[in-house]
């Protein structure tokens, strides 16, 4: 069975920064693209970010360009977001999710059940 | 503001169909067969519902069916249940550059 399990949400100041895990099991990890899709309190989704499986190809929205990275160790079987220089629209609920199939589809067929993020001073 | 247009709301009685459309521009929807739509219940993660416009995962019922014309995707709920009731969000490919863009969701209602 899939499983994917965030952790690193939490309350963080303005400019602050956190560091997102998400653990990964019942899957051979380092064949999939993984993905984090965040949601604001009441709002719809927002595609935040993706790595391809061998970590060689990374893609970012717009908005958190130059401020978040993401990056896997296939090793581990987890991914990470580190966010620097958070901002009050960065509060969200933040989800690990894997690619339906093998490649890169964007087709997101495996959640975690997220983690908050709630940046405020 | 986001990138796909979705309704707020649809409604349909038990039994019926109701349809959700999420429209986009020829740079995402209508430039690839690359949408896909999501289900999701409050305070719950989504869940993929139907991929590449027509296409769906194991498991998901045949009640669900996909469709795109042009810039305009659309989801189709045939024989409404009580259980259909969610938010639904389209998402499509964007281009390498944004990879992946969504609707802003529509709240299904089972009247």
Do not use: H
């Not at chain 1, 989704?45 to 993706?50: A, N």
């Not at chain 2, 999501?38 to 027509?54: F, R």
């Not at chain 2, 045939?78 to 639904?88: F, K, P, R, T, V």
């Amino acid at each position: 069975e899939v499983q994917l399990v965030e952790s690193g949400g939490g309350l963080v100041k303005p400019g602050g920064s956190l560091r997102l895990s998400c653990a990964a099991s019942g899957f051979t990890f380092s064949s999939y693209s993984m993905n984090w899709v965040r949601q604001a309190p009441g709002k719809g989704l927002e595609w935040v970010s993706s790595i391809i499986s061998t970590g060689n190809y990374i893609y970012y929205t717009d908005s958190v360009k130059g401020r978040f990275t993401i990056s896997r160790d296939n090793a581990k079987n987890s991914l990470f977001l580190q966010m620097n220089s958070l901002r009050a629209e960065d509060t969200a609920v933040y989800y690990c999710a894997r690619d339906l199939v093998v490649g890169i589809s964007g087709d997101f067929g495996y959640w975690g059940q997220g983690t908050l993020v709630t940046v405020s001073s | 503001q986001s990138a796909l247009t979705q309704p707020p709301s649809a409604s349909g009685s038990p039994g019926q169909s109701v349809t959700i459309s999420c429209t986009g521009t020829s740079s995402d929807v209508g430039g690839y067969n690359y949408v896909s739509w999501y289900q999701q219940y409050p305070g719950k993660a989504p869940k993929l519902m139907i991929y590449e416009v027509t296409k769906r995962p194991s498991g998901v019922p045949d009640r669900f069916s996909g469709s795109k014309s042009g810039n305009t995707a659309s989801l189709t709920v045939s024989g409404l249940q009580a259980e259909d009731e969610a938010d639904y969000y389209c998402s499509s490919y964007a281009g390498s550059n944004n990879l992946r863009v969504f609707g802003g969701g529509t709240k299904l209602t089972v009247l």
